[in-house]
């Protein structure tokens, strides 16, 4: 499973936007030269980000956006699903009961990728803006030897 730029780069934003939580919108423009992405793709995500409420955008002298929930309110599962990124790991389409052979059976390796891909997003549903912001993810989910 790849999880595309737009993904990477809604989940970068909000965390800069996070950091930045407070009183006064931060401009796009800000955020684009400090996370070092183009302003028109930051816009398309936070048009994305705005319709799905994870955003509130301000108009006017000092506008921009704010968080619409708390860091610690928003986890990272929402993002990437706000700007349409799947969070599957197979190959099938969307409807599960079609595989994703020629013959519409499952593959082989089918349920372990779906099963991956269950993980991952039961993961990201974990992670809130506040733990990437915070730094809490360093020691998350280390296995003892």
């Known amino acids: 499973m790849r999880l595309s730029t737009k ?46 409420g994870l955003v509130v955008s ?9 968080l619409a929930r708390t860091a610690s309110e928003t986890n990272i599962a929402q993002i ?9 790991a197979t190959r099938c ?20 990728w779906e099963e991956m891909g269950r993980q991952i997003h039961a993961y990201l549903e974990s992670v809130s803006l506040a733990d990437v912001v915070q730094g809490r993810l360093a020691d998350r989910g280390t296995v003892a030897a």
């Open 7 to 52: 993904g990477r780069y809604a989940v970068m934003a909000m965390a800069d936007l996070a950091r930045r939580e407070g009183d006064k919108a931060v401009a796009l423009a800000e955020i684009a030269q400090r996370q070092e992405i183009s302003l028109s793709y930051l816009e398309q995500l936070f048009a994305r980000l705005r319709r799905e």
């Open 93 to 112: 389409g969307q409807d599960a009961r079609q595989g994703c052979m020629l013959s519409g059976e499952k593959c082989l390796t089918h349920d372990l």
């Open 58 to 66: 301000a108009r006017g002298p000092g506008g921009g956006y704010r």
């Open 80 to 88: 990437v699903l706000a700007v349409d990124e799947p969070l599957r």
